[in-house]
């Protein structure tokens, strides 16, 4: 059974940094896409950031580019979003999503592309 686990949500002003982890209990964590999305009140659940197999593509959301950071380790099973200069905008609740692909240059973007999620980790941005 495929298990995401996300941890390092909480609240922060304005301009703060947070990392989000994800932990895998995936035995093929290293033929998974992954990414991260995240889901405000109201809205749609959109993409935030994805990562190829291997690490070496990455993919983000215009508004987060040059502030949040995707990464992996593979020998840990774990994910990693890296944010900083956090915005009010950015709150929401964040997924991690994993996708079993067989390119090792593939990222997901898409939610309906995404095969397993975790339960989530609420980010809050106080201004």
């Known amino acids: 059974q495929v298990q995401l686990v996300e941890s390092g949500g909480g609240l922060v002003q304005a301009g703060g940094s947070l990392r989000l982890s994800c932990a895998a209990s995936?035995?093929?964590?290293?033929?998974?896409?992954m990414g991260w999305f995240r889901q405000a009140p109201g809205k749609e659940r959109e993409f935030v950031a994805g990562?190829?197999?291997?690490?070496?593509?990455?993919d983000y959301k215009d508004s987060v580019k040059g502030r949040f950071t995707i990464s992996r380790d593979n020998a840990k099973n774990t994910v990693y979003l890296k944010m900083n200069s956090l915005k009010t905008e950015d709150t929401a609740v964040y997924y991690c999503?994993?996708?079993?692909?067989?390119?090792?240059?593939?990222?997901?973007?898409?939610?309906?592309?995404?095969?397993?999620w975790g339960q989530g980790t609420q980010v809050t941005v106080s201004s």
């Open positions: 999503a994993a996708d079993l692909v067989v390119s090792s240059t593939a990222v997901r973007t898409r939610p309906g592309e995404c095969d397993y």
């Open positions: 995936i035995r093929t964590f290293t033929i998974c896409a």
């Open positions: 990562i190829s197999r291997s690490g070496g593509n990455t």
